[in-house]
């Protein structure tokens, strides 16, 4: 016989203390000013403000509650060093034979390229691995959709803490997991710098352009014919 389902009353319930309305621009507010930073400042962060963070990320919903994610923090020099290093190879790689020519020319706006030294200069290195299989073995579901979730969780956190980061998404990722230690069922799904901005970061004009409300929301008629 399967045991029922135990529940509790969901009193820890948050409350903005202002209307949804309110709360939910000033939460924009916030948002809107992130920005992919690839200039960062040595500037120490705690290894406490990272741990509040992944928390925040931790707490994300996941298929069947399986959590299926590792956020492996990295401040160590040496570790920095070697993940730039692999990381700058494979882009190497990338710039120069694997990606399209329609890849290349969607990213000439943004000004990328191999180079990669904020990877050694922000104080955290936030390694995101999707878990293939859950830590004791079990089934995990919509993994991908889940660590997605967690971690754009994350990245909100960040900027709430009046912190930068950056997507970064060296492909294929392989190498993080090696330089790492990290077992085979844990896969290398991001790899995010955190830290503040360097006090002359730019950011390319395109990055800050957003599609206008009505290209990316459709409403219904509320019931109205
Ligand atoms: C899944 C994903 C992968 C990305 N990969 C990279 C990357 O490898 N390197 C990089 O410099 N930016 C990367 N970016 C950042 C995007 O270029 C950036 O989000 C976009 O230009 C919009 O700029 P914003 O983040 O400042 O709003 C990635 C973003 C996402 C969501």
């Avoid at 990320?57 to 590792?70: D, F």
């Avoid at 089934?139 to 803490?161: D, N, P, R």
Wanted: charged share 30%.
């Amino acid at each position: 016989m399967p045991r029922p389902p135990e529940y509790l009353p969901f009193d820890d319930r948050y409350d903005p203390g202002e209307p949804p309305e309110l709360a939910a621009q000033r939460f924009y507010e916030v948002m809107r000013r992130r920005r992919s930073v690839r200039s960062f400042s040595d500037r120490p962060v705690s290894r406490r403000t990272i741990e509040w963070l992944v928390r925040a990320a931790g707490s994300a919903p996941s298929g069947a509650n399986k959590q299926p994610w590792r956020f492996v923090c990295v401040q160590d020099p040496e570790l920095k060093r070697r993940i730039r290093r692999a990381a700058e190879e494979e882009e190497r790689a990338f710039y120069e034979g694997r990606a399209t020519e329609e890849w290349l020319k969607d990213l000439e706006p943004l000004g990328t390229d191999p180079h990669k030294p904020f990877l050694e200069v922000a104080p955290w290195l936030i390694v995101v691995f999707k878990l293939a299989q859950d830590d004791d073995g079990g089934k995990v579901y919509y993994a991908e959709e889940s660590v997605g979730i967690a971690t754009g969780m994350l990245l909100a956190a960040a900027q709430h803490a009046g912190l930068a980061t950056l997507t970064h998404t060296p492909s294929p990722m392989r190498f993080l997991g090696e330089v790492l230690g990290r077992p085979e069922r844990e896969r290398a799904w991001m790899l995010i710098p955190v830290g503040y901005p360097a006090d002359d970061c730019l950011v390319p004009a395109h990055a800050v352009k957003r599609k206008a409300l009505e290209q990316v929301m459709v409403v219904d008629r509320g019931g109205r014919a």
